[in-house]
């Protein structure tokens, strides 16, 4: 078959067919463990009966409605997702990347609606994944990401991941927002210093500037919070959510105080398939498996246990492994040398995996796997890396 795809993406020839819970199946029927699900996005795993059921009802009553009607299910998330954090207004959108754009127009709106126009820089982090759109491109600020698509976007300014100093030396009467993730996805799994979320908190407020955080890859549960600044008590004035709230539904969200979004009235923004029926009913059929069956709780116990053995692990193998990373079921492996290789071994053996930065490898499996879903995927890895360099 000729391949028209434009080739953006450094494919495997593998394809999966079907999905059962935390596992795959490719076109040859060999089953495999899927510790990645597709970068944090199948939250339930494939084909969660719950998810099934409510997607069969939406498929069968209209697929789009414009936003220009009420859209009764695309409230009801809202609500759901108000009620269970900071939060007092909703966008929705049809990915990550839209819903910064969207906090992206909400931090300089705000600032336009206070009449401080002039303040529209925002700080990011180095290390930063915040999405392909051109704005988006220029928070996250990594070079190979940008080349070639100049202009760069303005008004975003970078410094180090948990800079104390440059945090606080960087603000000037143009900086409008702090935007980090509390943990790092891309960039190698790499949680925010013990007070540095409280830090930004403060200069925040001290500066009158807004809080934004990106937890599109840490959000819904997978940190074993809900959500992962949940962890360290300090709320944003705004947040990017996508990724896993749609159990592989496209859908994503940003979510905002009153006070911070009060200039985004009728007409200062828009999406013609944010907020569809399919995405709300896909995305409220997540929310409530996580609360109904608290799997927040599964996380937190299952992350434990997987850090605990991979650090076992990487003594073990200290001569490839230097540390274990990260919180909940959003782990990392780092190791001494770039470990593509082992991705493919571990393939191989019936492991998915996906890298990072920093010679990371994430396991970010689905929030409902077991104890033996552990030991299967903890036997893998260890004789993976035992093969892998001998
Ligand atoms: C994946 C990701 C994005 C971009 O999401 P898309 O849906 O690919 O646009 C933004 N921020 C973080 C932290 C991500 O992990």
Redesign the pocket.
């Known amino acids: 078959m000729i391949n028209s795809l434009m080739p953006t993406y450094n494919r495997s020839s593998l394809s999966f067919e079907e999905g059962e819970g935390a596992y795959l199946f490719d076109s040859k029927g060999k089953k495999y463990l899927d510790f990645m699900s597709g ?1 944090a996005v199948s939250s339930l795993g494939h084909s969660h009966p719950k998810l099934i059921a409510e997607l069969k009802k939406a498929i069968e009553k209209p697929w789009h409605v414009s936003n220009l009607f009420t859209i009764v299910d695309q409230t009801k998330l809202a609500n759901k997702l108000v009620e269970n954090c900071f939060a007092e207004s909703v966008f929705f959108t049809n ?4 819903a ?1 754009e969207c906090l992206i127009k909400v931090v300089r709106k705000y600032f336009y609606n206070i009449n401080q126009s002039d303040r529209f820089r925002i700080i990011t982090f180095e290390g930063a ?4 759109t051109l704005a988006t491109l220029a928070a996250g600020g990594k070079k190979n990401h940008l080349e070639g698509f100049g202009p760069v976007v303005d008004g975003f300014d970078q410094i180090p991941f948990g800079d104390f100093e440059k945090a606080k030396e960087i603000i000037n009467n143009t900086s409008a927002a702090f935007l980090i ?1 509390p943990i790092q ?2 960039g190698g799994i790499r949680e925010v210093p013990e007070g540095y979320l409280k830090h930004l908190k403060k200069l925040s407020e001290d500066n009158g500037m807004l809080l934004c955080f ?1 937890e ?2 840490c959000g819904i549960g997978r940190a074993g919070k809900l959500f992962a600044h949940q962890i360290w008590d300090i709320v944003p004035d705004v947040m990017a959510i ?2 896993g709230l749609g159990g592989g539904f496209p859908i ?1 969200a940003c979510l905002a105080t009153r006070k911070s979004c009060q200039g985004m009235i009728a007409g200062t923004h828009g999406s013609t398939f944010g907020g569809n029926p399919l995405a709300m009913a896909a995305a409220n059929a997540v929310l409530d498996a996580i609360i109904e069956d608290d799997l927040i709780s599964n996380v937190d116990l299952m992350g434990r246990k997987l850090k605990d053995s991979l650090k076992k692990l990487a003594s073990k193998h200290y001569t490839k492994i230097e540390e274990i990373r990260g919180t909940g079921l959003m782990l990392g492996i780092k190791f001494k040398l770039n470990p593509d290789s082992l991705v493919e071994v571990l393939l191989n053996r019936g492991l998915l995996v996906v890298g990072a930065s920093d010679n990371v490898i994430r396991l970010l499996p689905p929030l409902v796997i077991n104890d033996s879903h552990l030991k299967e995927a903890l036997d893998i890895i260890d004789a993976a890396i035992s093969q892998w360099g001998s």
């Open positions: 970068i990915s990550g990347a839209e910064l994944f915040h999405g392909r993730e996805g891309e990106d599109v890859q996508a990724k994503g």
